[in-house]
């Protein structure tokens, strides 16, 4: 099963007296890359919830918010930081003695700056409780985020690999058709060649020479390699899409390659009706590498 790299989870658990609210979405992204916000007092376990993250998601942009509220709704009570405010004080007074600056900050001044005003002692359970309890409580609230980003990013998958698998057959389809059309091309040409010299010579067609012209343009246009190339990729992308690992970067490499050999049949191929298909399988390759850039 293919996985997009577009999805979005959420959970909120009750613990210790808070809510802990827990979102994540992902989007587009060429490697991994993880962005966790939460409160301070929670940075410690961020490598632990980093790594829990990689077990759900491979690839792609991963946004992760943490939040956590009391459930009695009430704003904590602050205290003065008496410590803080010393501090600041004692600095005020320095830059005074050594720059002359006049003036020491005002009361409101001081209130508004970090550390100065801090929760009171709280009597809420969760204040009481150990790290490895929070960090319990955090895991469980993004693994069940997480589960369901996960669910809506293969829902979304299985729909990009439904729309791949029959751009794909499609693909093979007009394969098929080169394929038939590819023994055609040296006898059209012998056909228009014979047809322009005798009408140029008069009748008069040295034969010898016209065959080793005919044999130097069957050789320079053959373009077997490049269909038998074209088919395996062919294969190996419709077996990519019924994978559960990472699919994106291959596929998109199989694309690449893909477009080479077409780019070459079409440059091979002196043929009006095979340069029509390769105008036309590009056009669906294109389609192809727009959607693959939305898988893991």
């Known amino acids: 099963m293919s996985f997009s790299m577009t999805g979005f989870g959420q959970s909120a658990l009750h613990f210790g007296g808070y ?68 501090d600041y004080m004692k600095s005020a007074e320095q ?22 005003m801090v929760p009171a002692e709280s009597e809420a359970e969760g204040d009481q409780l150990g790290g490895e309890e929070w960090e319990a409580v955090l895991h469980r609230a993004l693994g069940e ?13 299985r729909h990009l690999a439904e729309d791949l698998s029959r751009r794909i057959e499609k693909l093979e389809t007009i394969h098929g058709e080169m394929c038939g059309l590819a023994p055609m091309v040296v006898e059209d040409y012998r056909v228009r060649l014979k047809n322009r010299l005798t009408e140029l010579l008069e009748g008069s067609l040295d034969e010898q020479r016209f065959n ?12 077997d390699e490049e ?17 559960r690992e990472p699919i994106g970067r291959k596929l998109d490499f199989l694309i690449q390659e893909m477009n080479r050999e077409v780019n070459t049949i079409g440059s091979k191929a002196n043929h009006l009706s095979i340069v029509n298909l390769v105008v036309e399988m590009k056009a669906e390759l294109e389609k192809i590498r727009e959607q693959a850039a939305n898988l893991e």
């Open 19 to 86: 809510v802990i609210q827990c979102e994540v979405k992902s989007v587009n992204h060429r490697y991994s890359e993880i962005v966790i916000r939460m409160p301070r007092e929670w940075t410690c376990y961020e490598d632990s919830l980093r790594r829990l993250v990689l077990q759900h998601v491979k690839r792609g942009r991963i946004d992760v918010y943490i939040s956590k509220e009391r459930e009695d709704e009430t704003s904590p009570s602050l205290k003065l930081n008496f410590s803080a405010v010393r």
């Open 95 to 116: 830059i005074i003695e050594k720059f002359g600056i006049g003036g020491m900050p005002t009361v409101a001044q001081l209130l508004a700056l970090p550390g100065v």
């Open 145 to 157: 985020a997480l589960s369901g980003l996960t669910a809506m990013r293969e829902k979304e998958g």
């Open 212 to 223: 080793m012209e005919v044999a130097i343009f069957a050789d320079r246009s053959n373009v």
């Open 227 to 243: 269909l038998i190339r074209l088919k395996s990729h062919l294969a190996q992308s419709k077996g990519l899409l019924g994978s």
